[in-house]
Nanobody, 129 residues
C-alpha cells in the first residue's frame, strides 16, 4: 500500500524559508512523477511544483523562482524548498504521486491534480506578514 507522509511545515515570517519533505513507502519513487500541491481554506487545491519520471520540472507561476522541487538519491523522499515566502503561500501542502504504470505526461500537465493517484495527509504552512 502506497503511503506518502509530509513533514516540515510550520510558521514563518514573510521572507523566510521552509523545506518540506515527503517520504514515500510501499512505492518505489524511481520512474514516478510526483508533485506538491497546496490548498488554502475555501480554495481549490492548486498545483505548485512537479518532478516527472523523466526528471523534468514545472512550477506554477506563483511559486516559480521561489520554490524548488527535488528528490534524494534513493528517490523515496521528495522535497520542496520554499524561499521568500509570502502570506499568500499559507496553505496545507500535499505531496502526490502518479502511478508508475500510467503513461508519461508533460510536466506542465503534471501540475494538475487529476494526474495523481496517491496523496499524503498534508502539512500546514503559515506565513505571517
Amino acid at each position: 500500500q502506497v503511503q506518502l507522509v509530509e513533514s516540515g511545515g510550520g510558521s514563518v515570517q514573510a521572507g523566510g524559508s521552509l523545506r518540506l519533505s515527503c517520504v514515500a513507502s510501499g512505492y518505489t519513487g524511481s520512474g514516478s512523477t510526483m508533485g506538491w500541491f497546496r490548498q488554502a481554506p475555501g480554495k481549490w487545491r492548486d498545483g505548485g511544483a512537479t518532478l516527472t519520471s523523466y526528471s523534468a520540472t514545472a512550477y506554477a507561476y506563483y511559486v516559480k523562482d521561489r520554490f524548488a522541487i527535488s528528490c534524494d538519491g534513493s528517490e523515496n523522499i521528495l522535497y520542496l524548498e520554499m524561499n521568500n515566502l509570502k502570506p499568500e503561500d499559507s496553505a496545507v501542502y500535499y505531496c502526490a504521486a502518479r502511478d508508475r504504470a500510467l503513461p508519461r505526461i508533460p510536466a506542465i500537465q503534471a501540475l494538475g491534480h487529476r494526474a495523481y493517484d496517491y496523496w499524503g495527509q498534508g502539512t500546514q504552512v503559515t506565513v505571517s506578514s
